[in-house]
C-alpha cells in the first residue's frame, strides 16, 4: 500500500525544477527608475540566473529572453508570488515550461531575503468559510512523527498530499516529537470539504488569538480562509497546545478531514508547514 507514495516522491525528484522570482528591487538605476530582477534558483539554493531590467521593460518577452539564456530549461519552474504569477506563465507558454504556483519556495525565499533583507507580500485578510462545506464538528490532535507516515501512507485516503520536503525523517525532527494537527468530522460533507481544500492547495494552519481565537486556513498563493471561531476555555488551552508543537516540530503539521471519529475512514490527508517557522 505505501509504494504508490514511494513512487510518486521519486518521480517528484528526478524532475528539473526551478524556483523564480521577479519583482521590484531596492537598487535604483541611474534614470531614478524601479529596477526588476529575475532571480532563479534550484530547489536547493544554488543561484541559476540574476538578470536587470529597467521598470519599462519588464514584460514577459524579456522574461522569456532572459529564461532562454539559461539553456538546459527545466520541467517546472515554481512561482510564489501572485504579483508576477501571470508574467512568468505568459513568459513560460512559448518555451513549453510549466508554471506551479506555490509557497512551497523555501530555497528562494531564503535567497531573497539574504540578498534583501525581506520579501513584500500582500496579506489579504482572511474571508469566512462557505457554510456549505463546514463538516459537523473540529478538534486539535496529534501523532508522533515515528509514526506519522505509517499511518497515513499506508491507509486508503482518496486525496494525500504528503511532500517527501515535509516527512519528518527530511527535516530530522526527533522520534520523540509530537506533529500536531487539527481534525474535522466531515459527516457528508466529508468528500466535498475535502475536495474543495485540495482545490485551494492548502500551505498551512494557523491558530490566531483574539476576541474571538480563530483557526485560518493559508491556502493557495495568497488566500485565507478562517475555518472557525472559538473562545471555549478548553480549546483555547487546546490551540496554545497546538502552536506550540508546531514550534517544536519546525512548523510541520497536518490537516485531516474524514466522516466521522470511528478512525476506520478518511477523506482527505494534507502534510502542512508555513513560511514562518
Not at 531590467?53 to 539553456?71: D, H, M, Y
Not at 507558454?93 to 504556483?101: C, M, N
Not at 496529534?142 to 516527512?167: Q, T
Request: net charge negative.
Amino acid at each position: 500500500m505505501g509504494q504508490p507514495l514511494v513512487r510518486e516522491l521519486w518521480d517528484h525528484e528526478i524532475m528539473n525544477i526551478w524556483q523564480a522570482d521577479f519583482y521590484r528591487r531596492p537598487l535604483p538605476a541611474e534614470s531614478s527608475s524601479p529596477l526588476w530582477e529575475l532571480l532563479i534558483c534550484d530547489p536547493e539554493g544554488r543561484q541559476i540566473l540574476s538578470a536587470f531590467c529597467p521598470q519599462r521593460e519588464a514584460n514577459s518577452l524579456w522574461l522569456t529572453q532572459q529564461i532562454q539564456k539559461v539553456g538546459d530549461l527545466p520541467d517546472r519552474l515554481q512561482v510564489f508570488r501572485p504579483q508576477c504569477l501571470s508574467l512568468l506563465q505568459a513568459a513560460c507558454q512559448p518555451l513549453g515550461v510549466v508554471v506551479e504556483p506555490t509557497r512551497r519556495t523555501a530555497a528562494l525565499k531564503q535567497l531573497v531575503k539574504a540578498r534583501y533583507g525581506t520579501i513584500e507580500l500582500e496579506k489579504p485578510p482572511p474571508v469566512p468559510l462557505p457554510e456549505t462545506l463546514w463538516g459537523e464538528q473540529w478538534r486539535f490532535g496529534a501523532i508522533a512523527a515515528p509514526d506519522l507516515v505509517p499511518v497515513f501512507s499506508n491507509r486508503m485516503i482518496p486525496i494525500r498530499d504528503m511532500p517527501e520536503s515535509l516527512l519528518p525523517i527530511k527535516l530530522n525532527l526527533p522520534s520523540t516529537i509530537a506533529i500536531p494537527g487539527v481534525i474535522i468530522d466531515g459527516g457528508r460533507q466529508s468528500m466535498l470539504l475535502a475536495r474543495w481544500i485540495e482545490r485551494s492547495h492548502p500551505h498551512a494552519l494557523q491558530s490566531i488569538p483574539g476576541d474571538p481565537n480563530g483557526l485560518i486556513l493559508e491556502a493557495g498563493l495568497s488566500d485565507r480562509w478562517i475555518l472557525t471561531t472559538f473562545d471555549d476555555a478548553d480549546v483555547v488551552g487546546a490551540a496554545q497546545t497546538f502552536q506550540q508543537r508546531q514550534q517544536a516540530a519546525q512548523g510541520l503539521h497536518f490537516l485531516l478531514v474524514q466522516p466521522d471519529d470511528s478512525g476506520m475512514t478518511y477523506s482527505g490527508f494534507w502534510l502542512l508547514k508555513g513560511d514562518d517557522s
